[in-house]
Nanobody, 121 residues
């Protein structure tokens, strides 16, 4: 079984910062993509930031220059540093790993439990 555990969400004022972390555990053979998604109230889930196995990163335009996705020192851990937060960033944030559990299995998506980020005065 593969499990992703998220941490770091909370309530912050506009202009503040938060750092989200997502730690994967279990049978992980290879990881092809690490990403952070968010789902604002009443809206669809969207990709916010992604990290490919070759080191390339992608960001949705709304967060470029403010958010940074990176691998942490811990194994199979991805983080999202969020600076200059805006009320529009309020959402439930989910981490996602596209991975194989062995060389004989197809790629599968695994999701964290979600963590609430609220930006408000």
């Amino acid at each position: 079984q593969v499990q992703l555990v998220e941490s770091g969400g909370g309530l912050v004022q506009p202009g503040g910062s938060l750092r989200l972390s997502c730690a994967g555990s279990g049978s992980i053979f290879s990881i092809d993509f690490m990403g952070w998604y968010r789902q604002p109230p009443g809206k669809q889930r969207e990709l916010v930031a992604g990290l490919y196995s070759d080191g390339r990163t992608i960001y949705v335009d709304a967060v470029k220059g403010r958010f940074t996705i990176s691998r942490e020192n811990a194994k199979n851990t991805v983080s999202l540093q969020m600076n200059s937060l805006k009320p529009e960033d309020t959402a439930v944030y989910y981490c996602n790993l596209l991975l194989q559990t062995s060389s004989l299995t197809a790629q599968s998506n695994y999701w964290g439990q979600g963590t609430q980020v609220t930006v408000s005065s």
